[in-house]
Structure formats: C-alpha cells, structure tokens
C-alpha cells in the first residue's frame, strides 16, 4: 500500500503543471473567449528561456540568427526567473494583440484553430532552435526526500504543489477582490455590458493574457527539473490541463487546480500498476485519465463550454455545391498521370505521398467541411487502419484489396467510437475530446510493442492483383508508377464520391447539421444518425489512405500516424480549404512529404522551416480566409464568371413575379384531413426551469382548417409552448397529432410525422443556398418524399416569389427574404401541422399582409396553422381562433372579435386594472393597444 502512496505523491509534480497550465486556460478564455491549446507549447518557450538563461545565454527565437546571445555568465535563479516571466508577460501581449484579437468576435471554434497554429509555430521553432534532444535543467526546489510513515516522499513534488497552491490562492485573491477581477468577470459575462459601462474588454483581455502566460511560464519552469525539456511532450501538456480546466468549466480556479493535481496523481498511479499488475495494459492507462475525465464532464453532464456574449459570431468558411464534377476530374487525372510518367526518384515519390495525404484530407472535409465537426484524431484513424493492415496481411494472408478495405472499417468502428462523445456535445467540445482520444490511440496501440511490430515496426505485405505487381518496389525501380496508379485510382473514386456525398441528401444533411442542429432536427433530419455517418465515412476514407500509406513505407510506425502529425495535417487541410474537395485534394500537395514540401526544399532549402510556414498560415486562414485557398481562388472564378455573363447581355434575373394560381397548385401538393378534424392536441403541457414555470397547464384542440393565433405579452411563453409542442423543450403532458401520441418523441421524429415549424431567428443555413435551405426541408416528408422534391420546391418559389434568388447563398438576402426562405423550408415537407414563430418579423406591412395571404392558401389546402407573432393586424386579420398567453397561463381563447373585446388580454398588455383596461377599449382598438404595449416592453 505505501508504493501507491508514494506514485500518488510522485504525481504531485506533474499534477502541479497541469494545475498551472489549467489555470492560464481558464484566464484566457474568460478574457477572450480562447481555449487556448498553445498554452503546452508556451510554457516549454518560458523554461528554455529559463534554462538557458542559468546558463548565461538569452535564448533567440528568430531563425537565421544565433541560437543565443552570450550574456557573459550564468544567471541565478531570482534574475533568470525573473527576466523569463517578464518575457512570458510580453509575449502573451504580442499574441493577443497580433494574433488573437484580431478573431475577438469570431466562433469559438474559430479561435482554438488559431491556437494550434500557434502551438504549431511555437513547437517548430524550439524544434528548430534548440532540437528535441532532452535538456535537463538544475535543481530549484529542495530535491531530498520526506520520510512519512515511513514513506519517502520527494520534497520537490511537495514544494510545487505549495507554492501552486500558493499561487492559486492569489489568483482567486485578485479576481474576486480587486478592480481588474470585477472587469474581467464582467466582460466574461457580457462583453456588450462591458462596453456599455465603459470597460475596456481589449485592455482586460492584454492584462488577462499577459498573466496567463506568466502563470504558464511558471509552471514550465517548475516542471523543467523534473520532466526534462521536450516539445511534443510539452505541448501535450495541454490535454490534461484542458480536463482540469473543463472540471473547473472553464471559471473555478480552485476546482481546476484540484482537478489538476488528481489527473497528475492518478497518471503516476497508472504508470505504477503498468508495471506491476500483470494483467494490467502495459501503455497507454496514464493517457486515460484526462481522457476519461474529459468525456464524463463533457458527456454526461452533456453541457458545452460556456459561451461569451460576442458582439458578432462569423463562420468558419461556405462549402458551396460542386457545379460540375466529370471535366475537373479529367483534368485532375491527366495532370496526375503527367506527373508520375514524367518524374523519378524523390520527385515521383512525393506525388505519390501527395495522392496519399489527398485521401486523408478527403476524411476531414467529410468531417469538418460537410459535418462540422473538427476532428484532431483522422491521422491516428489512419494509422488505426495501416496497423489492421499489417495483421491482415503478415498474420492472416488477406490478400488485396480486400485487406485495405477491412482496415478501413477496422478504422471506421474506431471512428464511430470517437464520434460517440458528438452526440451529446458541438463544436469545441469535440475538438477536445477527438485530441484525447488520438493520444489514447497513440499510446495504447502504436506506441504499445505488444501490438505495434516492435522495434522493427509492423511488417506489410505488397499488394498483388491477378498477378500484377502494385507494390512502390525498392532500389533502383523505386518508386514504382503502378502503384501510384494505384493511389491516383483510390484517390479518384473518394474524391467523386465525396463530390457526390456534397450533392446528395446526405450531404445536405450534413450542413444543415453544421450550420444549426435544432433547425436540422425540425428538418426532420436525424442529428445523431448524421453525425455518426460523417464519422463513419470520413474513418472509412482516413483508414484507406493509411492503408496506401503503409502500402507505401512498407513498414508501419507510430511516428506516421502520432497525435502532434494529424495536427499539423490538420493545418494543412484547413489551409487548403476544409470545406472544399479541390481543397482536400490541394492538402495532399501541400502536406508534409508532399510535392510542395519537396520543391521548397530542392528550391529553397525551406523543408525545417515548413511546419513554422504552416502554423503562420494556418493562422492567417482562419482570420483572413475561412474557406482557405481553394476556397478563396473559387470565389474568385465564381465573381469573374458572373462579370463576364454581365457583359455577354444575358438578361439578369428579375423580380417580377409570374402570376399563377396559388390554390390550385397547393391543393396538388398538399393534403390534409378531413374539415374540422381534431389535428393537435396539447394536454396539460407544462414546462419549468428550475424554480420558474415558463409554460403551466396549456391545453388547446387546434381542428384542421383552421389558423390559430397564440398571442401575449414578452416573457408570456409562447416561443416555449412551441417548443414544447415540436419537442425541443422537455415538458410534462400530452401531445397528440392527427390522434397519435407524439410527446417524448424528439424533434426530428415529430418533424417527420407532420409537425413543421419555423424559428424566431429564423435558423437558416448561411452556407448553403436558398434552393439547398428549402430542400432540407424535405427531410421532413418522410414517406411523402416523392412528392416533396424538384416540383413541389419550385411551386414554393412561384408561390413565394423566391425564384430570382433560388440559387442565391442565404446570407446575401434581406431580412424579409430570410423569412420566406423559413416558412418555405417549413413548408417542403409537407406537414400536416405548422407551427410558425414570428414569420413576419423583419417584412413591411405591406409585406405581411401578402404573407397572410399565403398562409391562408397553405390553410385551404389543408395544411392548419399555429402562429406567433407580434404583427397584430396580421394575427386579428387573419386568424380564425386566438389563445392568449400570460406569465405561461391561458387567458383568453376565441375569436379575433372576442379577444378585442376582452379586457384581460389588454390588461396584459398594458399592465392595467380590469377598469383600467375597459375605459381603454373605448378610445383604442385592441390591435393598437397591443401594438403599444409591444413599443413599451421594447423600451
């Protein structure tokens, strides 16, 4: 029992950098809204600072110059501790103010991929500079050992965890009782309300960055003596801290430094039992407590990161539909034919390297680009399936093709797994949970000599089809153009079919996902199914490029397939253009090893400066090109094909509308029950949060034929009813539609039964075009899908004068156009109920009242409506029955005459007494009054 003891105390070292680097986590992001995964990478830059600093030498970050400046001797430890924090302290400034706050108002997400171009920038140049041969540095805590209970355990551990504790202590300290912590929580709170009240969330952010770098470097420095100085080691660093830092949620420093020093002291632990319990994994168990921890706080608590209240939220680049597939894939394949014919030797190698990487680039558009979701772990899924291959092949005797194939769903299972976590979290979350789990991997199967080959690595054999030699060959002959036919071919048919996937509906799906989750399930799209699929498909495509990768070396290692590579990778792809198939295919060339890698290093002797270039740019796309090369060289094809049909005469598209008629060809398309029969019921629906009941005891028979207003003051809980109704609130009652039960049904299932609805932001899918919006909305047809595509969509365009912009990106239109573009999509599917939150929102009156005559069409061909909006002229004209709502209660029901002559829905409105309400009535319509009440709750 006394060893445990002892590893336990041994972790506290370990455990008190993680602390320290979990506490400038959580500064940074609550200065700036960044999770900042460079924070590993930072630390290791202040100890080199430090150690070489103990030598007499300033460490000199810029290449081309001396490594070091000879500062005449060695430094103690109080000026070299002191000189590193102060340089810590400055390049925390320069990163925010050249770097991070130029994505200020950008999505979080946005704002991680920015850090790891720093990481990556950060660990190249130490790389670079100084090597990545380990350096020790002296002593600066005691180093003898403690004798309790007759347990030795190490003084330093125990110094750190004081003096982390110690600095803890401050830091609560200045956050919570001086000036500069009340602004930063307040800017943390709202950064609107820190503008308003005159705070300065820029200076808040400098001060904020510039002390979470000190405490970074603090950390380093301490760890330094007794992990020696390594930078991928270091920069892994950050994925317990960010564990720590997600216990803590990112705001309890106290809570993360705890969570910090438990992850350190169970690793020792697990190191422990690796080697002494023979049934025990012997690698791999150290790596999966931040893991685990990350997944539970994550997963089952299901809550995302905390959000800041941004000013403005920018996306992360357009995945626009591929117009034509056939001629750029000709070119495509000529030109690859041309370059591996025509080159040799290192040349035709890395053609083949670049054809290779396209394919696994191929992965993360299906991942990111399509799905949104921002996976670290497609290289480690590689090397998931290069690894099956090398069993497949040496072990077993599969031969090809069918061996890559299996390795690729090998790799597909896994990354299903790794997708699990998605189906309760989004966005950054999934980034940190991706990144745990490739170093998982890593550690417990490529780096483990029971499973990875040993020292030799993972044998493969060469591929062979009906005789022909496709191997890359060896010695004179190498590499052999065969097998890059083989590649190109594999290459090929993922590209057409990820072009396809783009095309189809599973592929709109996939960006309806991204774009807006709630507004896809009301879509009746799947979400969870969806993003499994993006997962499986993009494993599948990421285990068949490592397949050709192991094809290619002959030999499988961990250092192809390690976490720090797929992060680059990821550079690359993002750079390339992750949302595009041009730009998938552009990162195999760009990669490293790739045929751009090679030229700059024939050309330019630039090959160790190539993951700094790559970080830089990374960097760059993000704050200046979200759509990346590719996706930036598109746009501008797309401008210059659009300037020249303009001066070619072609006629531009026109507003006017062709007059049609709108019943008849409603009537064609819809069909509902029977005039008068019961469609929805809500029995007894209840909604509360916490404390607070938001919807009480709300039950209505909305009858088919009918259009039904649900109307009240702000805060009266009529966006919740609906809510509650279509599924996204959890509530307590019955729901029936067209007499089945749909209460406890999620959304995307209630969507698919007949219940459509909009949303009062409307919720569209900026990247995709008004025709794609719309067609999204079809998902919701479920077996009526046949008659819910190409024709019925175009009858939605006529009807709602969407024609000229059918093909237009929804972000270009007017706030008007963006609500017919919303009832549109709700419309596609054909419901049989729909529920419509503010439609009219954001159109001119005159607007409005040709909206109501739509909705009426809609209602005559017998589609029944539930709708909330504040136009009252529109809901008294055009509703057959009107509920009022107040403080979530029923109060008034009937027609739109009797609700204009009931003084309880004007004194909800006003405030006023019953008296006050009635002597009212006299000299307003009921219409103006709510129109009033409306400006004053505004005000």
């Given amino acids: 029992m006394s060893d445990h003891f002892v590893f336990l105390a041994l972790g506290l070292g370990n455990g008190a950098v993680y602390a320290a680097l979990g506490l400038a986590l959580v500064m940074t992001f609550r200065s700036s809204g960044v999770v900042n995964f460079a924070t590993g990478a930072i630390a290791l830059y202040v100890a080199y600072t430090y150690g070489f600093l103990r030598k007499g030498e300033l460490l000199n970050p810029i290449p081309g110059m001396p490594t070091t400046v000879d500062l005449g001797g060695p430094w103690g430890f109080v000026p070299a501790l002191a000189l590193s924090l102060l340089i810590a302290a400055v390049l925390g400034v320069v990163l925010y103010g050249l770097v991070f706050r130029l994505v200020r108002n950008a999505p979080p997400v946005a704002k991680a991929v920015v850090s790891i171009g720093v990481m990556l920038v950060v660990q190249a140049l130490l790389a670079l500079r100084v090597g990545t041969t380990p350096v020790s540095v002296k002593p600066i805590l005691p180093n003898g050992a403690l004798t309790v209970a007759g347990m030795r355990i190490p003084q330093d551990r125990l110094w750190f965890a004081v003096l982390m504790i110690a600095m803890t202590v401050v830091l609560v300290c200045l956050f919570r009782y001086t000036r500069f912590g009340l602004a930063t929580r307040a800017a943390a709170e709202s950064e609107k309300g820190a503008l308003v009240t005159g705070l300065s969330p820029d200076r808040i952010a400098f001060g904020n960055w510039a002390l979470s770098t000190v405490v970074a470097g603090i950390g380093g420095i301490l760890i330094a003596p007794i992990v020696p100085l390594v930078p991928v080691s270091y920069s892994l660093f950050v994925i317990p801290a960010l564990a720590a830092a997600l216990v803590g949620n990112f705001t309890a420093m106290g809570v993360t430094v705890a969570a910090g020093f438990a992850i350190g002291m169970l690793q020792s632990e697990m190191t422990h039992l690796q080697a002494t319990v023979d049934w025990f994994p012997q690698s791999g168990m150290a790596e999966l407590v931040p893991l685990v921890l990350i997944l539970a706080f994550l997963v089952v608590r299901g809550k995302p990161l905390p959000t800041r209240g941004a000013i403005v939220r920018s996306s992360l680049g357009r995945a626009p539909r591929p117009r034509r597939i056939l001629l750029p894939t000709l070119i495509g394949v000529v030109v690859a034919i041309l370059a591996l014919t025509l080159t040799s030797g290192s040349y035709r190698a890395a053609v083949i390297v670049s054809l290779v990487l396209a394919i696994i680039g191929l992965s993360q558009v299906v991942v990111t680009g399509f799905a949104g979701q921002i996976s670290l772990a497609q290289l480690p899924l590689a090397g998931v399936g290069a690894f099956t291959l090398s069993r497949l092949t040496t072990d077993w005797g599969i031969p090809f093709p069918l061996a890559p194939i299996l390795g690729a769903l090998a790799a597909t299972v896994i990354g299903v797994i790794v997708g699990l976590p998605a189906l309760r979290i989004r966005g950054l979350p999934v980034t940190v949970v991706t990144l745990a789990l490739a170093v998982f991997l890593e550690f417990v199967w490529f780096r483990n000599t029971d499973l990875n080959g040993g020292m030799q690595g993972a044998q493969v054999e060469p591929p062979t089809l009906f005789g022909i030699d496709l191997s890359i060959g060896s010695g004179a002959g190498y590499p052999r153009v065969a097998f890059g036919f083989l590649c190109l071919a594999v290459l090929v048919i993922v590209a ?306 969407l024609e000229s912009c059918a093909d237009d990106p929804v972000a270009e239109l007017s706030q008007g156009r963006k609500q017919l573009v919303s009832v549109a999509r709700a419309l596609a599917g054909r419901p049989r109920m729909l529920l419509l939150d503010e439609p009219a929102a954001g159109l001119a009156s005159s607007e409005s009242r040709w909206l109501g005559e739509k909705l009426r069409a809609v209602r005559n061909a017998g589609v029944t409506v539930l709708i909330v909006d504040h136009d009252m002229d529109l809901v008294l004209e055009l509703c057959d029955r009107i509920v009022v709502l107040d403080l979530g209660r029923i109060i008034a029901d009937g027609t739109p005459d009797e609700i204009r002559g009931n003084p309880a829905v004007v004194a909800a409105y006003l405030g006023a007494t019953r008296e006050g309400a009635g002597e009212l009535m006299t000299t307003a319509s009921a219409g103006e009054l709510m129109t009033t009440a409306k400006a004053e709750a505004g005000s």
């Fill in 496 to 801: 057409v079919a990820v072009a396809k996937l783009r095309t189809g509906r599973l592929g709109a799906a996939m960006l309806a996902v991204r774009a807006d989750e709630r507004a896809a399930a009301a879509s009746g799209i799947d979400v969870s199914r969806t993003k499994l699929l993006a997962f499986a498909i993009g494993a599948f495509i990421a285990g068949l490029g490592g397949s050709l990768m192991a094809y290619q070396q002959t030999v499988v290692t961990a250092e192809s397939y390690t976490t720090i590579g797929g992060i680059a990778l990821f550079a690359m792809i993002y750079i390339a253009g992750v949302t595009l198939v041009s730009g998938g295919i552009l990162s195999g060339v760009l990669g490293t090893g790739g045929l751009m890698f090679i030229l700059l290093d024939r050309l330019l002797g630039f090959a160790d400066y190539y993951a700094i270039i790559g970080g830089v740019l990374l960097t760059f796309t993000v704050i200046s090109y979200p759509e990346g090369i590719a996706g930036h060289f598109a746009e501008r094809i797309a401008r210059l094909q659009a300037a020249l049909r303009a001066r070619s005469g072609r006629p531009e598209k026109t507003d006017v509308a062709v007059p049609i008629d709108t019943q008849t060809e409603l009537s064609t398309m819809l069909s509902g029950g029977p005039e008068g029969a019961v469609v929805l019921t809500a029995d007894g629906l209840t909604v509360t949060h916490g404390a607070v009941t938001a919807l009480a005891d709300f039950s209505i028979e909305v009858r088919s034929g009918e259009i039904v207003g649900l109307i009240g003051p702000n805060g009266a809980g009529k966006t919740t009813c609906i809510d509650a109704l279509s599924g996204f609130a959890d509530a307590a009652g019955a729901v029936t539609l067209e007499g089945r039960r749909i209460d406890g049904l999620v959304p995307h299932r209630r969507s698919r039964l007949g219940l459509g609805r909009t949303f009062q932001d409307m919720s569209l899918y900026e990247d995709l075009s008004v025709r794609e919006n719309v067609a999204v909305g079809t998902f919701t047809a479920g077996p009526r899908a046949g008659k819910a595509g190409g024709p019925w969509i175009d009858t939605l365009f006529r009807i709602l004068d």
